[in-house]
């Protein structure tokens, strides 16, 4: 995009949207006995605050519609209109519409259709609500251009309609006067229309009582779509009354339309003509030029672009920067130091000045790249504050009490895992309500208060960032999941797996134990995204549970993608990196200690549990194992499942940058990426899940 | 072949490598940099012609090691192999070869098509943009293999693998 405008727009987005999450947060904070002035303030100003901007930066449908709300909430505001639970409930729709205006606008398209028809219902309500009297005088503070108040409120910014009608097969049985129809329409603007022929039969199959007309009208007016809908209330049926707004105006409208109206194209014929377009893979594919598959993979990366480019500002605190900029000046009066020292290296002065600085090089570099780092956090809050809508909608929709706690929002995430987590955490809430949380009559039942708890908490300790959904439900049930993993082979027949790895099942795809399923989950498909995001961002998923009491789902987070906590280890003569994060414990044993089960399956007993020996130099093919008579291995586990690791050398523990090897190369299965040593070489960083499951795929090949 | 011109109309300078006594050329516009020997991390299950990754200041770069790719069987012992980097398709690749020598500008009307090679040459036709004559010191002409770099590093089994991967 080239318009000079479009980076202030993406800040207007931005701005916008968090003003909405104000806009709702406030809302749902409210007490609706004991409302606070300063609260409605705070929802009129947001609503203003978009409303101006969203007309500044040439948004005018966004504009109009705000200013429905805004002028609803100001008789709220000057106390003549009550805040009540019904209004609430509008107005959080409203806040739905603007969002969902917002992401419309972000991609330049037009609100659907549907949402128009949710919008204009909603502007009605919000006005029937007004108590008659005090419909006080228009807002003082209109800055945008918006139809006289009163005239068609309702009108959006287009500047009429485009609509297609096809007039029921029954119309002239029925008596119905087509002809009054197109006056009355006409009455209300502009008309012109296009007869749409395409349907009648060969003359001797026409049944002359029948009616196979149809149309496609434009119609400029300055009336709402409601009186529209008016005009063809009697013969609209199903889907034979499509009305769509014209262009906005400002907005570029298609082709299509200027050839309507300059060179009287039928609506039905342009139709036709771009049933014959096609898009430019498939005309690639048609050529022969390229496979249909390369087409599917390059949308692919297209969707990936678009998304990633629609987030990819973050917002940072001027202090953050400010102390970057500091530390910057620090490290230039560093390096001066160390050309100086180095200028003087052979003396002894020189040589403690030298030191002094490299000790000082090394503290700065340091901190800034946890600065740097500190840049891309932000507060897990901004995942946390769409819950607490959520709840209230969902326990409203499922005639359930819930209430939702929140704890540590202030906790920092880098904005990565932030983006990934909002799906993940979604699920989990949902499900908690949907299904953790019993009826209330089940509650009682059981002697727990009517109003159950769920409890969202953020915090960081040691290297990670730990987020916990916890509720006091029904908790999960042992018997159901081990009876349904066994039904669906997840496990093999008589097999005991411990409740944690029990637990860990309702994370299968398509697992879910749910009699019942509702529209809202139990379909066993989310929480399969759940396990697929987490994984992704090298976290971990714990699971407690108790029958009767509740359940704890935890995430377990590393706190930076870039950077990893590592232990460094020899294979042949290579090294290789263990995410720390997953090793248990590493420690000698004997070859005499591994045992042979089903001929070349290796494991070890260790304190009384059977883990199975991975010997990394042959799995990653770096040669035949000399077998030593001792074996070193590092105890590792991820996903609930363990394995010890056979490797040479344990060389020690540090930092590592993690590197992307897809880069340039490709994905190697399990290596999760690379980094680079203190002497320049690179290490492959290890991916445990997938080793186990390379271990895994090789066994079942021998067998 | 069409490609052929097409690319031939674009070539002027390029650089020169050995090859198991061959001499070999790119496209100067291609090379990024040449690098003397580094060490290479071997990569698991990673074909015998890609064998690794070397670290070029800070960014994970694969090897191309172009004797595999071509079977010309292991260089001897007292070579020390030198990594031209390339950059094709927004991928860096290092291709490792015996040794560099210089820098010529060919006239594109000079180059001539790759003859038919059999299908049995590892060296397929499709990988070479054309064949130049050098003249050579004592009046005997020797011949350079122009590589058609983006067939050799897209064309390969690195596509194919990325592909079912991912």
């Not at chain 1, 009336?223 to 034979?240: L, S």
């Not at chain 2, 180059?111 to 050098?134: H, S, Y």
């Amino acid at each position: 995009m080239s318009d000079p405008m479009a980076q202030f727009r993406t800040a207007f987005f931005e701005e916008a949207t968090e003003l909405a999450d104000s806009m709702e947060a406030t809302l749902l904070s409210l007490d609706l006995a004991a409302v606070e002035v300063e609260d409605l303030h705070t929802l009129f100003r947001a609503a203003h605050s978009i409303k101006g901007n969203a007309g500044t930066f040439g948004f005018p449908a966004i504009a109009s519609f705000t200013h429905q709300l805004e002028s609803t909430l100001e008789p709220v505001r000057q106390g003549q209109r009550a805040m009540t639970s019904d209004l609430r409930e509008l107005i959080l729709q409203g806040v739905d519409l603007i969002r969902s205006h917002l992401h419309h606008a972000r991609h330049d398209e037009p609100l659907p259709e549907r949402e128009q028809q949710a919008q204009a219902i909603l502007v009605v309500k919000l006005k029937e609500g007004k108590d008659a009297p005090s419909a006080a005088p228009a807002p003082a503070a209109v800055e945008v251009k918006t139809p006289p108040a009163g005239s068609s409120s309702a009108h959006r910014a287009g500047t009429g309609f485009s609509i297609r009608f096809e007039a029921p097969q029954d119309a002239f049985r029925r008596g119905v006067n087509l002809e009054r129809l197109f006056r009355d329409l006409a009455k209300l603007g502009t008309m012109r229309s296009w007869p749409d022929l395409s349907h009648l039969p060969v003359l001797d199959r026409l049944d002359p009582e029948d009616c196979h007309l149809a149309w496609d009208i434009r119609l400029e007016t300055a009336h709402p779509m409601m009186d529209v809908e008016e005009v063809f209330e009697f013969v609209a049926e199903g889907d034979n009354l499509r009305i769509q707004s014209l262009p906005a105006e400002g907005a570029v409208p298609p082709l299509g339309d200027y050839l309507q109206v300059e060179a009287n194209v039928s609506p039905a014929d342009i139709r036709e003509a771009l049933a014959k377009q096609k898009p430019l893979g498939e005309i690639l594919v048609d050529m022969g030029k390229v496979k249909p598959e390369a087409v599917g993979k390059a949308l692919e990366q297209q969707a990936k672009k678009r998304t990633q480019s629609e987030a990819s500002t973050v917002r940072v605190a001027t202090e953050k920067i400010d102390r970057l900029v500091n530390l910057v000046g620090e490290l230039v009066i560093t390096q001066a130091m160390l050309a100086q020292a180095s200028l003087q290296s052979n003396s002894m002065q020189g040589e403690e000045q030298m030191s002094a600085a490299l000790l000082q090089l090394d503290r700065q570099t340091r901190e800034l790249q946890e600065r740097v780092m500190g840049i891309r956090m932000v507060p897990v809050d901004m995942v946390f504050s769409r819950f607490p809508r959520m709840v209230h909608e969902l326990g409203r929709q499922l005639g359930k009490d819930v209430e939702l706690t929140m704890e540590g929002q202030a906790t920092e995430l880098d904005k990565t895992f932030i983006e990934m987590l909002v799906d993940p955490l979604t699920h989990l809430v949902r499900n908690s309500v949907d299904h953790g949380m019993e009826e209330k009559e089940a509650r009682l039942h059981s002697g727990k208060p009517t109003v159950g708890t769920i409890a969202l908490r953020a915090m960081s300790r040691g290297g990670h960032i730990y987020i916990e959904i916890k509720d006091d439900g029904r908790g999960l049930n042992r018997d159901k999941i081990l009876q349904k993993a066994l039904d669906r082979g997840i496990l093999p027949p008589g097999s005991h797996p411990s409740d944690e790895e029990l637990h860990l099942l309702i994370f299968e795809p398509g697992f879910s134990t749910v009699e019942q399923v509702s529209d809202l989950s139990g379909r066993g498909v989310g929480m399969d995204v759940v396990r697929q995001n987490v994984r992704a961002l090298g976290g971990r998923i714990e699971v407690e549970s108790q029958m009767g009491k509740g359940t704890t789902i935890r995430l377990v987070l590393p706190l930076t993608l870039a950077i990893l906590d590592g232990l460094t280890v020899r294979v042949a003569d290579e090294t290789y990196v263990f995410p720390l994060a997953s090793v248990l414990e590493s420690f000698q044993c004997n070859d005499a200690d591994v045992q042979t089960v089903k001929g070349d399956r290796e494991v070890i007993s260790l304190r009384g549990e059977f883990i199975p020996v991975v010997r990394l130099q042959r799995l990653l093919a770096l040669g035949s194992c000399q077998n030593t008579g001792r074996a070193l291995l590092v105890l590792v586990e991820s996903e609930g499942r363990r394995a010890a690791m056979a490797v040479d050398e344990l060389l020690g523990q540090q930092q590592v940058v993690i590197k992307s090897l897809e880069t340039h190369y490709k994905r190697v299965e399990g290596i999760s990426g690379a980094t680079i040593l203190g002497d320049g070489r690179v290490a492959l960083i290890l991916d445990v899940s997938g080793l186990m499951r390379l271990e895994a795929g090789a066994a079942t090949v021998e067998v | 072949m069409a490609t052929t011109e097409a690319s031939s109309q674009a070539l002027q300078q390029v650089l020169c490598f050995a090859l198991a006594g061959e001499a070999y050329a790119l496209p100067i516009l291609k090379v990024r940099e040449i690098q003397a020997q580094a060490t290479i991390t071997r990569i698991p299950k990673a074909p015998p012609y890609m064998p690794g990754v070397i670290n070029l200041r800070g960014a994970i770069v694969p090897i191309l090691e172009l004797r595999h790719r071509f079977s010309l069987g292991a260089a001897p012992e007292d070579t020390r192999p030198v990594i031209v980097i390339v950059e094709v398709q927004g991928r860096t690749v290092g291709i490792r070869v015996d040794s560099v020598s210089d820098v010529l500008d060919l006239d594109p009307g000079s180059i001539r098509p790759a003859p038919e090679l059999g299908t049995q040459t590892a060296l397929g036709r499709e990988f070479i943009a054309g064949l130049a004559t050098l003249p050579g010191a004592a009046g005997t002409d020797s011949m350079l293999i122009l590589l058609d770099l983006d067939r050799l590093l897209t064309d390969n089994e690195l596509v194919a693998l990325e592909s079912a991967t991912t």
